[in-house]
C-alpha cells in the first residue's frame, strides 16, 4: 500500500491547540484518522503521513480549520461525512487594512452579534480569524451561511442578510418533515 503525505502550515499560535495538553489532540487526531502528525512547533510546519487517502484528507481539513481559530471539538466534527469546512479570504473583497478591519466588524457585529445569528440561523459554526473567516458544518448548512457572510462582505444590510437567513431555516426544516 502507497504511503500518502501532506505537508501544509498554520499559524505559529494555533501550534500548541493542535497539539493539546500533553499531545492530547494531536494522538486523538493521529489515532481517529489512522495518520501520523508531525508538528514543527516553531515553524508552524504540519507534515501528515498515512495509507488512507481519506484518512489523510480528513486529518488535513480537521487541522486546517484549527488553523483558522476553531476548537478541536468542533474541527473534528469534519470527520462525519456531510460535514465541511470553508475559508473566506477577505482579501477578496477590500484593498486597504482598514477596509479588512470594517469587513470584519460587519461579520463580527456588535459585541459579536452579527456571528451569531448566522450562527444560530444556518446552524454552523464560524472562525473570524487573520484576514478569513471560516465556516464549518453540513454541506448545505455552510453554503447558506457562506452565501451570507458574502452578502455581508459585499454591503447587503444585516436586515435584509437576516431575514434571508429565516426564509432558508424554514426551507430546510420543511424540506426535512
Known amino acids: 500500500m502507497a504511503d500518502y503525505n501532506y505537508e501544509f502550515k498554520i499559524p505559529h499560535e494555533r501550534v ?4 493539546g495538553t500533553d499531545g492530547k489532540v494531536k494522538k ?8 501520523t502528525i508531525k508538528v514543527d512547533s516553531k515553524e508552524g510546519d504540519i507534515s501528515v503521513s498515512g ?9 488535513r481539513e ?7 481559530g476553531f476548537n478541536p471539538d468542533i474541527a473534528k466534527l469534519l470527520l462525519k461525512p456531510d460535514y465541511c469546512f470553508e475559508t473566506v479570504n477577505l482579501q477578496d473583497y477590500c484593498k486597504t487594512k482598514n477596509d ?6 460587519r461579520v463580527i457585529g456588535t459585541a459579536g452579534k452579527c456571528r451569531h445569528i448566522i450562527e444560530e440561523l444556518s446552524e454552523v459554526s464560524i472562525s473570524i480569524y487573520g484576514k478569513t473567516i471560516s465556516i464549518v458544518g453540513e454541506a448545505a448548512r455552510v453554503s447558506i ?4 457572510v458574502d452578502s455581508l462582505l459585499q454591503g447587503s444590510m444585516h436586515s435584509k442578510v437576516y431575514r434571508w437567513l429565516e426564509s432558508q431555516r424554514r426551507e430546510i426544516k420543511r424540506s426535512t418533515l
Open 16 to 19: 500548541a491547540v493542535l497539539i
Open 100 to 105: 479588512m478591519e470594517r469587513l470584519k466588524g
Open 28 to 35: 486523538e487526531l493521529e489515532s481517529l484518522t489512522n495518520t
Open 51 to 59: 495509507e488512507d487517502p481519506i484518512g489523510l484528507f480528513n486529518v
Open 145 to 148: 451561511a457562506r452565501r451570507a
Open 62 to 68: 480537521i487541522i486546517s480549520a484549527i488553523g483558522r
